[in-house]
């Protein structure tokens, strides 16, 4: 059972445009949600995070937007560049439970043309 | 180095053979994890080190994987006997505690397995 979903699979965008990748989530339990960033050949990098108590979280150009009720959250990317092309995997936590790991979803490759 | 630092970066290796896996995480981080990625199935878990804990082996696939960490530092993720399907980027991450305050994991570049 897939614990969080994420959509779309890939995405394509023109410079300047505004990315918009989401994820959706079964268990209510969940209270961090971060989004991590993958370049080719490297490790994923922590982008951003919110945690349950906002519904809002940005920084720069990146957005984490959170509706609790619909236990969705999804990431947008203001001005897309080039350089911000690389798969996006949304993650999941119970950080007061007893299970530690990140729960990621299956990624999202964006590719934003010049 | 600072960062987490897997080796080998790339593994070779015949159908059947044991291949290991070794993980250096930074300095001071008390969790250590294990993720594998396969194409278009994003980042699974496997195996999660926490202190002096007892290690959360719940998202290892079959008794054929097996990882420790020595010291609480050096981490070696053993796979025996291995099969195709096995062939995958495995990941290795670190925190300086369960989630982190932050929530941060610190990934090293990981390892490409391919087995024959």
């Known amino acids: 059972q897939q614990q969080v979903k994420q959509s779309p699979q890939s995405l394509i965008v023109q410079k300047g445009g505004i990315s918009i990748i989401n994820c959706a989530y079964e268990n209510t339990a969940f209270d961090y949600f971060p989004w991590y960033q993958q370049f080719p050949g490297k490790g994923p990098a922590l982008l951003i995070a919110i945690r349950p108590d906002v519904s809002e979280k940005k920084e720069g150009r990146f957005t984490i937007s959170f509706n609790k009720s619909a236990k969705q959250f999804s990431l947008h990317i203001m001005d897309s560049q080039p350089g911000d092309s690389a798969t996006y995997f949304c993650?999941?936590?119970?950080?007061?439970?007893?299970?530690?790991?990140?729960?990621f979803g299956k990624g999202t490759k964006l590719s934003v043309k010049p | 180095g600072a960062g987490v630092s897997q080796s080998p970066s790339n593994k070779v290796t015949e159908k059947g053979k044991d291949v290991e896996l070794r993980c250096d995480p930074i300095s001071g981080h008390t969790a250590l994890y294990w993720y594998r990625q396969s194409l278009g199935q994003g980042l699974e878990f496997l195996i999660y080190f926490q202190g002096n804990s007892a290690p959360d082996k719940s998202g290892l696939p079959s008794d054929r994987f097996s990882a420790e960490r020595t010291g609480g530092s050096v981490s070696t993720l053993t796979i025996q006997r291995t099969q195709q399907e096995d062939s995958a980027v495995y990941l290795c991450a670190s925190s300086a505690r369960t989630g982190g305050l932050s929530g941060e994991l610190f990934f090293g570049e990981g390892s490409r397995l391919t087995v024959l």
């Open positions: 993650a999941v936590l119970n950080y007061g439970g007893s299970q530690g790991n990140l729960i």
